[in-house]
């Protein structure tokens, strides 16, 4: 709700392996919440699947739309790992062989080296590319200007992701607390209403909830300013009270 | 990879609450394999935060790029339940109370009735609106021409989509069958490409795993043709038994 100074951040999910159900995507929560605590909040994410334009559009869409967008996916080894020639082609540049990555490469997997396995040394040619370690399987992710390029399997993307942390620009970390009460959000959203309006740099969420065969409801407050957080959840609490709830404060940030 | 002749769908997840980190999602899984089922594949996804301009783009792009679109979240009675007034916005139209709506939640909600939870009777105006049966917690979704808006919580979402489904103009079942073998991907990755060039029609996805402590490789082939597969699956295993694994068939579709 609120507009913060904040820089921004896209994920972007390449696999026909999530958008067929096959598989559960783990990245996405993974990044908004390391991103979140950067003070980077991601302000949007998308799927896409491994066919070229698709990646490639969503790519030049979204890396003029936010301060960073970090892609997980697509840089295996096998035919259907495509994202580096479609960064290389969003971007306009040629792929290369990256001569420190191959040789990486060769050392690790010896007389095992082919070219199926050399394809991950390959980044796109020209400045701003930097290498991301990849402490788990040697296979180095990338950055070439404001977009990350991760692995898709969560263990190694997270590596990589905290491999680059320290890098990013962030803003001030945004916060957040939450307040659970045994009261329908039906009789607490118009009051949720104004004390959203009297705190326009908080967000405020509202979730439903079921626990032991009882609804209830949990408000999110989510911002850059602790002390506002903690006035808005006051707030609810004091609602929830009123209604006849018992509210439940999670930790203060 | 391959072409088909299937209509297509795209999911529009609505929330902060996956941006943020806080929930996850587990709808766009769910659909994914229901209308893959239902010959309808899913060809993209999008997150989109609870900000008016980001839900309205998102909605017109999707709906005139795929044959339908499902969004998930943001229809409740609280003030960030943003999604109908968006949908409204998107098709040009008026948000208005939709009387059978509205009498249902007033004799379900009998005193507590209240203006917020009347939003939840709210849908946009004119032709091409429908209703969507909401079995567990009254308050319906709706259908706009090939927009389906569902709830966000897990279990409200799957009963409406179930609603939903026999309605829906499905293209020949998406059939796939796995292979699991303890070889690497780069190992395979050579021949794989081969099989798939020779099976254009059949997409073959290659993903690694780690299961006691051996790395191995998944491959998935998946298409309309239940023989195209059952070839693709016996090219993969005979590869597989060729660099001393034993394949893992997955039950055949």
Redesign the interface.
């Known amino acids: 709700?609120s507009q913060t100074p904040n820089p921004t951040a896209c994920v972007l999910i390449i696999g026909?392996?999530?958008?067929?159900?096959?598989?559960?995507?783990?990245n996405?929560?993974?990044?908004?919440?390391?991103l979140?605590s950067l003070g980077i909040?991601?302000?949007?994410?998308?799927?896409?699947?491994?066919?070229e334009a698709?990646i490639v559009d969503a790519l030049n869409t979204c890396r003029k739309e936010y301060t960073y967008v970090f892609t997980t996916g697509g840089i295996?080894?096998?035919?259907?790992?495509i994202t580096t020639p479609c960064v290389a082609k969003a971007f306009g540049r040629k792929v290369i062989r990256h001569p420190d990555v191959e040789k990486k490469l060769r050392a690790y997997?010896g007389e095992?080296t082919?070219?199926?396995?050399l394809?991950?040394a390959e980044v796109p040619d020209g400045d701003g590319v930097s290498l991301i370690e990849n402490l788990i399987s040697v296979a180095p992710g990338y950055r070439i200007e404001n977009v990350f390029v991760l692995a898709g399997?969560p263990s190694v993307a997270r590596a990589m992701f905290e491999a680059i942390a320290p890098s990013l620009q962030g803003g001030p970390p945004?916060y957040?607390q939450s307040v659970d009460g045994h009261v329908?959000?039906?009789?607490?959203?118009?009051r949720?209403?104004e004390i959203?309006a009297e705190h326009p740099a908080v967000?405020?969420?509202?979730?439903?909830f079921m626990r032991h065969d009882k609804l209830g409801t949990s408000i999110?407050a989510?911002g850059t300013d602790k002390d506002s957080i903690a006035v808005v959840i006051g707030k609810v609490a004091e609602t929830m009270r009123k209604l006849g709830a018992e509210p439940v404060l999670g930790p203060a940030p």
Chains 1, 2 share one sequence.
């Open positions: 709700m026909d392996e999530i958008l067929s159900g096959r598989t559960q995507d783990l996405l929560k993974f990044l908004a919440e390391r979140g909040p991601v302000r949007e994410a998308r799927v896409v699947p491994d066919v698709k295996g080894p096998t035919h259907d790992d997997y095992r082919n070219e199926a396995r394809r991950m399997v945004v957040s329908r959000e039906g009789d607490i959203a118009a949720l209403a959203q967000a405020v969420g509202s979730y439903p999110v989510r």
